[in-house]
């Protein structure tokens, strides 16, 4: 058989039993707590992408970016610095509606800020296309206040502010030369007290196209009389993590790297936030880009020396910090128990499940959850627009949890007219969509590859089986080069391959996604349904 493809192999296997996973939610994961005062990095190795974080009493928020995606702004919070729960969202709705009721893949949400001032949480966040906004709570989770215009503008991206010493308020952001048409230069701006209205008195702070090629992503803080400005630099997957200094806010500034790849296997390692424990420990949090897998977010012991910040290990004598894989954790007076974001799901509550996002504002008649043990997913019309997935806003998606993983669902596909389809997919530019479809009458399931779906292919169909009864298990086994392998089953105990292995692959600035879609062939006032019984997942040993 060493002669006959892979796929053909696949393909001609007959049958096997797959575990249907486990209803414990997030506790199969590889937790980064190894339990024994130390932690393995990624600290969430899902895609929370450009993390921000601060500490308020006792407890560190996170959010990130989260572009179309929809509940936006995902709101962390954490104990210790290694354990992350998912609390919230900071945003139901993108504005303006009309743009954002359709899928806008890469638009929206780019890297967002959060701060606590005067007993409030701030979250400053650009819109490339639009300009930065501010929306604040009382509580991180909410809820937060109507996003409000803070400074319009064309390609103004990941804005910082800073509430000084002496009463002044101050903006620090980027730009991107996709819509601005420049890049590589930071800038900063004063706004009122409140730091609700930016002021046109914009001055340069660097230009860094000479030796810092791409800088973006500015957090500003102040420390002992300096002004400190730690950017990243040197593009997305394979930059660094340079930081400026001034006692002047506009300068000029003293820069220094203070942290980049060296001879690890972290690429990029920048992005991120400068968190102070309780007890005095300084720490960096940054992610590191993993393609198919998205954005992950990393921990990196930070220190002070001569007013400057050394992050990670210097292990080949340059000066220059390396991120660590693994280390102790930091000292926050005692241990806590293990958590991380969501991933399965029992769809036995009266709300959708925070792990799941739409790819547009929703639409009240796209879904309901009940204490029945399921979440409808109704049969909407295919937009005129959409070829393919890519342009369908009503998709209901959750990050990959992991590396390696299995993920099996059971649903029921109500049909009360030819015409109804719906299914799992697995989402990016290509993406693999197991769908049923009612035809004269039958129902039947279909593997559907549709690559590079960004640029209007169409899908093409792998296989198609018909099924007895519309109750059907489908599980999906992912490894870490993205590979993807499915199959089905009818009775939840023998599942048979279905289609060949697919590979999956990112999205727009977002990892690959996976998750449920229903849809229909034209308006009826009658649709059908997706009724989601759960979906668990297990990690591949």
Same mark, same amino acid.
């Given at each position: 058989m060493k002669n006959i493809p892979f796929y053909l192999i696949f393909v001609l296997m007959s049958s096997f039993v797959f575990a249907q996973g486990s209803s414990n939610g997030n506790k199969w994961m590889r937790n980064p707590d190894n339990g024994d005062g130390t932690y393995t990095n990624p600290i969430i190795n899902s895609d929370y992408s450009d993390p921000d974080a601060i500490r308020v009493g006792n407890k560190f928020y996170m959010t990130a970016s989260s572009f179309n995606c929809i509940p936006g702004l995902p709101i962390l919070e954490s104990d210790d610095l290694v354990n992350w729960k998912l609390i919230g969202y900071a945003l139901n709705k993108q504005k303006p509606e009309a743009t954002y009721d359709l899928?806008?893949?890469? #638009?929206?949400?780019w890297a967002p800020c959060i701060r606590f001032h005067k007993n409030e949480f701030y979250i400053y966040f650009p819109d490339p296309d639009f300009g930065i906004y501010m929306t604040k709570a009382q509580k991180p989770e909410g809820p937060w206040s109507e996003p409000i215009m803070v400074k319009s503008g064309k390609g103004l991206i990941d804005p910082t502010p800073l509430w000084d010493d002496d009463g002044k308020v101050y903006l620090v952001y980027a730009f991107?030369?996709?819509?601005?048409?420049?890049?590589?230069? &930071?800038?900063?701006?004063?706004? $009122?007290? %409140?730091?609700?209205?930016? $002021? #046109? %008195? %914009?001055?340069? &702070?660097? %230009?860094?196209?000479?030796?810092?090629p791409t800088i973006e992503g500015p957090k500003i803080y102040k420390r002992n009389g300096f002004y400190y400005i730690f950017a990243p630099a040197g593009g997305v997957a394979t930059g660094w993590q340079t930081v400026m200094r001034s006692k002047n806010i506009y300068?000029? =500034?003293e820069k220094k790297k203070a942290l980049d790849q060296g001879k690890t296997s972290i690429n990029g390692p920048h992005q991120g936030a400068w968190v102070q424990t309780q007890n005095g420990e300084d720490w960096f949090i940054h992610f590191q880009d993993k393609g198919i897998f998205g954005r992950v977010v990393h921990l990196q012991p930070m220190k002070w020396e001569n007013d400057w910040p050394f992050m990670g290990k210097d292990t080949n004598g340059d000066g220059i910090g390396e991120p660590v894989i693994k280390f102790k954790k930091p000292n926050v007076g005692k241990s806590f128990p293990m958590v991380s974001p969501p991933d399965s799901d029992e769809f036995n509550e009266p709300k959708l499940g925070l792990q799941w996002q739409w790819h547009a504002n929703p639409k009240? $008649?796209?879904?309901?959850?009940?204490?029945?043990?399921? =979440?409808? &997913? #109704?049969c909407i019309p295919k937009p005129k627009e959409a070829v393919n997935l890519f342009d369908v806003p009503n998709l209901l998606l959750q990050k990959f949890p992991d590396d390696n993983f299995t993920a099996t669902t059971k649903f029921q596909f109500n049909s009360y007219s030819d015409g109804d389809e719906a299914g799992f997919v697995i989402m990016g530019l290509d993406y693999n969509y197991l769908k049923l479809k009612k035809t004269n009458g039958k129902v039947f399931l279909s593997q559907m590859i549709c690559k590079n779906a960004n640029k209007k292919e169409l899908e093409k169909e792998m296989e198609r089986v018909e099924l007895k009864a519309n109750v059907i298990f489908i599980q999906v086994k992912v490894t870490e080069n993205g590979n993807c392998t499915f199959a089905f089953s009818e009775d939840g105990k023998i599942f048979k391959y279905i289609g060949i292995p697919f590979t999956a692959k990112e999205g727009k600035w977002i990892g690959a996604k996976l998750g449920f879609v229903a849809l229909r062939e034209g308006f009826i006032n009658d649709a059908g349904n997706l009724k989601i019984d759960w979906i668990r997942f297990n990690k591949i040993q």
């Open positions: 899928a806008q893949h890469g #638009n929206g949400v991107a030369g996709s819509r601005a048409g420049i890049k590589s230069i &930071l800038t900063i701006c004063t706004m $009122n007290e %409140d730091g609700t209205s930016a $002021n #046109n %008195d %914009d001055v340069l &702070l660097i %230009d860094g196209h000479e030796e810092e300068g000029p =500034y009240v $008649n796209w879904g309901f959850p009940s204490t029945l043990g399921f =979440y409808t &997913l #109704n």
